[in-house]
Every structure is written in structure tokens, then in C-alpha cells.
């Protein structure tokens, strides 16, 4: 694992899209996208770059299953807000949590993985290793399923919603195994209560209670830190 550490989110997203643009030089078609605080200092970057992403397809992680597309709490508002609307790709996939059919979300959406390779997967960190939502027990080669949040989870993404009543339970997320299929991942983590997850992630065994730890079997994948998320590495 490389890991980048840097002083703020603010150069955690410059470094981030450094390497995201380069990937496109070198022929990247595919981004996989994540949701959360994390990534909006790299999307800012990309929202101010020259690059022209109409001719990519983009993968989102996860999404709340019983938000609408048009729900500001949900994950495909999220993006349109901070990436989509502003930078537009040529497809820009996010889970279906407006379908109550589990069954027939998740298959649909493997296949969208299936047909679209993910080139460079950028990933955020829960404070208990989740990945998407990858709560700690998931299976390392699972596919897109619905999954039901921790108690940690739910009160951590209670910040975004009026009440703690609102926070859904459930959402659909890709699976382990399809994340550890793109050719490159990019993590991003900062701020101290990040710190005992990217330990965990980097120095700790590679086991399913904390998801990321799955990241030490990927050939590819760089880590970006501020400091204090870096504070508990060896
Ligand atoms: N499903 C998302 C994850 O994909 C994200 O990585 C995590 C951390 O979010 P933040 O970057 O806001 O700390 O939050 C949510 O649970």
C-alpha cells in the first residue's frame, strides 16, 4: 500500500486528483465514485479542472435504500450536486434505492459493474473500516447487496439528516469483491476519528471486522492521510 500523507483535505484532494488525471491520461474510462465528506475536496478539483469527462462512465458505491433520486439525504443528490451537475459523464451509474425489489436492484447493478470495468475506484473510510457500506462481517468477495447499517454508522451519517429517526437503515452497496476488482483504488481518510480504522486498514490483519483490511490483497492502492488520520500508523 502507498500511503500519501498530507497536510489538510484541502491537498488531500489535489493529490487525489493528480492521480485521477493521470489515470485518464493513460486511458481510464471508468471512475468508481464514492459519497461522504471525503471526496467533495477532490471533486472541487475536478469541478475546476479542464478535463472534459462527457466521453466516461462513472460507478457510484452505494446508495439509501427508500430515498428517491430527487431525496437530498440521497447518494445520487449527493453527487449531482457536488460532481454531476457541474462536470456531466457520459453515464454516471448510482444504485436504484427508490426500488423496493433487493433482488432485482443489486442484479441489475452487478451488471452495470460487469460491463463497466472500474479503471480507479475512489474509496472513504467508516470509523469502523466500512467501505461503502461494507460493515465489518461482510464477506471479502461479495457482490452488490442490501445491507443493514451498524448502530456506529447510522449515528455517524446522523449529521446529515434532521433527525436520528430519518438516518435509513439499509442500503445497496457494491460488494467487497466487486471493489477489489478495480484496477486502482484511491482511499481517503482524514481527521483523528478516522485514525483507528486506517491503522487497522494498513497495520492491522487482514480480516472481514475491518472491511478495508481487504485492501492489503489489492495490488494497487494508495492511501491519502492528514495527519491525524495517520496518528495511529507504526
Ligand atoms: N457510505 C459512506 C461511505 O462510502 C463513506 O466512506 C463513509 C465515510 O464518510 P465521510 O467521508 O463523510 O467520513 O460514509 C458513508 O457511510
Given at each position: 500500500m502507498n500511503i500519501i500523507k498530507v497536510k489538510d483535505q484541502q491537498m488531500g484532494g489535489k493529490e487525489a486528483f493528480n492521480l485521477v488525471k493521470a489515470d485518464i491520461e493513460n486511458g481510464a474510462k471508468v471512475l468508481g465514485l464514492a459519497t461522504g465528506s471525503s471526496p467533495i475536496t477532490l471533486y472541487n478539483e475536478m469541478t475546476n479542472s479542464?478535463?472534459?469527462?462527457?466521453n466516461m462512465t462513472s460507478v457510484n458505491l452505494d446508495e439509501y435504500v427508500g430515498l428517491e433520486a430527487d431525496n437530498e439525504q440521497s447518494y445520487h443528490y449527493f453527487m449531482n450536486e457536488h460532481l454531476f451537475s457541474k462536470k456531466p459523464f457520459k453515464n454516471s451509474y448510482v444504485p436504484d434505492g427508490s426500488n423496493p425489489d433487493a433482488e432485482a436492484a443489486t442484479k441489475a447493478y452487478d451488471k452495470i459493474i460487469e460491463d463497466n470495468p472500474i479503471d480507479l475506484q475512489i474509496l472513504g473510510i467508516g470509523r469502523n473500516g466500512h467501505i461503502g457500506f461494507n460493515e465489518p462481517g461482510s464477506p471479502f468477495d461479495g457482490k452488490t447487496r442490501k445491507v443493514g447499517l451498524t448502530e456506529s454508522t447510522i449515528e455517524a451519517n446522523t449529521r446529515f439528516f434532521d433527525d436520528e429517526k430519518d438516518v435509513p437503515r439499509f442500503a445497496y452497496s457494491m460488494g467487497i469483491g466487486s471493489i477489489m476488482k478495480a484496477k486502482k483504488i484511491v482511499l481517503l481518510a482524514y481527521g483523528e476519528n478516522k485514525a483507528d480504522a486506517i491503522a487497522a486498514t494498513v497495520d492491522g490483519p487482514v480480516t472481514e471486522d475491518c472491511p478495508a483490511s481487504a485492501l492489503q490483497n489489492h495490488p494497487d492502492v494508495t492511501i491519502i492521510v492528514d495527519e491525524a488520520a495517520a496518528s495511529k500508523l507504526k
Open positions: 479542464d478535463i472534459d469527462f462527457s
